[in-house]
Nanobody, 124 residues
């Protein structure tokens, strides 16, 4: 049974920074790409960032590009999302997810498992 547990969310002022963490268990973490998504009230869940199994490839949502760094530590079974220059519109529940493949851009891949989410609130 794969479990993904996010942490690091909270309340931050506009312009501030947060680092989210997601620790996985249940299968070999280093075999799979990981991603971060977010969902604001009344909105669809949207893509934020993704990272390949080794960390060698990353991809970011255009709306947040330049303010994000996704990274992973396979020895700790953990993926991170460093966010800076936060804006009130970044307020959302942030979810990590594990892909079914080692590369997030592999044809036919899917998001196999999801965490429970962590709330990020940015005040103006």
């Amino acid at each position: 049974q794969v479990q993904l547990v996010e942490s690091g969310g909270g309340l931050v002022q506009a312009g501030g920074s947060l680092r989210l963490s997601c620790t996985a268990s249940g299968r070999t973490f280093s075999n799979y790409a990981m991603g971060w998504f977010r969902q604001a009230p009344g909105n669809e869940r949207e893509f934020v960032a993704a990272i390949s199994w080794s960390g060698g490839s990353t991809h970011y949502a255009g709306s947040m590009k330049g303010r994000l760094t996704i990274s992973r530590d396979n020895a700790k079974n953990t993926v991170y999302l460093q966010m800076s220059g936060l804006k009130p519109e970044d307020t959302a529940v942030y979810y990590c997810a594990q892909f079914a493949t080692s590369l997030y851009y592999m044809a036919g891949t899917e998001l196999k498992y999801w965490g429970q989410g962590t709330q990020v609130t940015v005040s103006s």
